[in-house]
């Protein structure tokens, strides 16, 4: 039986070209045969030439933009795909998609966190600028495990997705910068090292950043990747999923016409 899982990012991938080369040929190494993942990045229109990380800070913008991942997922399950990714630390409408979808829904900070927490006893994150850092922390308080993360840095010198593109051409900077920053976090106690950001995951990736000071760099795609197969082999083999009575509850489907038909 094939598998066939959904990514979506919440960056406009147009003009990444890049990270969308990246992408696809992890992929290819990360899952095995048979299985077949698509990419899917944000609406290019709202973003107009401005990258998630410049605008994803204003509260309201963020939830106006990234409301499109819930119909991009519901769209995918109507496609036949057998789960979806969030690919973005900002982890869009989680619960809602999850309380929308029979698919597995995987988030990847959450699935990357989970991990962690069986690699190393503390670990650390580090994201592109302070403010994508302070959304970090929040994420981490929301997934309530705060006591394994010894530190949440930012890059030195703050960078956006198009910088991080343009580096898998010249990634010296980004890859020095990056280092410093974990090897600060080693210091400080972490055994693992999480990029928190996917486009700086594929940079490290490309350029064999697996391990600083004898601590583990997480490859956040690849487990994300993983992870939706394990979410996909607990479905189908042990009848297991997302559990509806509390957070993740299903409206009916009278209600959903309802609402539809009302907007």
Request: proline share 5%; net charge negative.
């Given at each position: ?5 959904w990514y979506q990012s919440m ?37 107009r030439g401005h990258m998630p ?115 898998f051409g010249a990634p010296r ?91």
């Amino acid at each position: 039986m094939g598998t066939r899982i959904w990514y979506q990012s919440m960056a406009p991938l147009a003009g990444l070209s890049g990270y969308v080369d990246a992408l696809q040929r992890h992929a290819k190494r990360a899952c095995p045969d048979g299985v077949e993942v698509v990419f899917n990045g944000a609406s290019e229109a709202p973003y107009r030439g401005h990258m998630p990380t410049d605008i994803l800070k204003y509260p309201y913008v963020k939830q106006v933009l990234q409301a499109e991942a819930i119909e991009f997922c519901r769209q995918a399950e109507r496609d036949g795909f057998d789960a979806v990714v969030l690919g973005s630390f900002s982890e869009p409408f989680l619960a809602e998609i999850r309380s929308l979808l029979e698919i597995p829904v995987i988030s990847m900070p959450e699935s990357v966190l989970l991990t962690a927490c069986s690699l190393a006893e503390q670990f650390a994150l580090v994201a592109l600028t302070q403010a994508s850092a302070r959304r970090v922390r929040s994420l981490v308080r929301r997934h309530g495990i705060e006591s394994r993360v010894c530190a949440i840095q930012s890059l030195a010198t703050p960078v956006n997705e198009s910088d991080l593109d343009a580096a898998f051409g010249a990634p010296r900077a980004i890859v020095a910068d990056f280092t410093a920053v974990a090897e600060q976090a080693v210091n400080a106690g972490a055994d693992v090292v999480i990029p928190a950001e996917g486009v700086l995951n594929e940079v490290l990736y490309a350029n064999g950043v697996h391990n600083v000071l004898g601590a583990t760099v997480m490859d956040c795609v690849g487990v994300a990747l993983l992870y939706a197969e394990l979410q996909i082999n607990l479905k189908r083999r042990l009848g297991i999923g997302v559990g509806r009575r509390w957070t993740y509850a299903k409206p009916p489907l009278e209600l959903l016409e309802q609402i539809k038909h009302s907007r």
